[in-house]
């Protein structure tokens, strides 16, 4: 049993050659873009935390592009200024779809007109400076991978977010294979976030072993399926780890993440700062 556009998605560089991509920047700003929130703050980027307090804007009903652009403009222009901060500091922005070269393919708690939209032009218009637009569950990997649970491991690490869905981030020696949406693999006839997201245990009334019974059966297709070396679970309900995590029996050490909320807007940071940096 275990313990424990112009600018397309990147693939973060194995750990042997990261120092020759190593940012320009001291800082970087990170927001979140979330189907109820819209969440910003300045990161420090040697550190992988906050470099001041984060801001928070309900985000617009309907979340259309035209709505939910100019709220974004308004969380970054709201966050206290920081001598370590340049003007051009990199911008990187998750939101809840698939990102394809900038581009929304899907749209998960927003509106269906995202769906095909330019996410990078529309965000770089808007702010009059380049961004970087990231799938939020990969933002969130990337943080781990960087900063946290899943620093300095080498091979194959899932990093899973249970939440309203299963958000899923790939990473093969450091490099992340993007948009891998595991939460929706079909398992016994179901879509398996369906069965077993976090939403799923409050939907159900599931007792936390009964939920862990779904966990198990989606984590082993899953390590079945990808050979992992370590699975890092994240999401809310990492906080309370201890109640579902012993249950499971894995051959793969799974493990709770270590920045939580925070690792969205720290990834997609620390994403546009590489970003900035292999341009520079």
Sequence with gaps: MTSASTTSTPAPVPASSRAASS???????????GGSGIKAAPVDLAAG????????????????????????????????SLAGLAEDAPVGITFPAVIQHGIARSAANVDPSWIGTDA???????LG??????????????AEIEFGAGKGVHGVVLVTTLGTGIGSALF????LVPNTELGHLEIDGHDAEKKAADSAR?????????????????YSHV??????????VGGGVSKKHE????????????????????????????LAARVAAERA
Excluded: C, M
């Design 172 to 175: 093969v020696d450091g490099r």
């Design 202 to 218: 409050d939907r159900h009334d599931l007792s936390w072993s009964q939920w862990a019974k779904r966990l198990q059966r989606y």
């Design 243 to 270: 109640k579902f995590l012993p249950l499971l029996d894995l051959r793969t050490p799974i493990v709770p993440a270590q920045l939580r909320n925070d690792a969205g807007i720290i990834g997609a940071a620390s």
């Design 223 to 232: 390590e079945n399926l990808l050979w992992p070396d370590l699975i890092v």
């Design 129 to 142: 400076r380049p961004v970087l637009v990231v799938n939020d569950a990969d933002a969130a990997g990337y």
């Design 49 to 80: 935390e906050f470099a001041a307090d984060r801001v928070r804007i309900d985000t617009p009903q309907p979340a259309t592009p035209a709505a939910v652009a100019p709220v974004v403009a308004k969380a970054l222009s709201s966050l206290p």
């Design 120 to 126: 990078e032009t529309l965000f770089s218009d808007t």
């Design 23 to 33: 940012p320009v920047h001291s800082h970087a700003l990170g927001v979140d873009i």
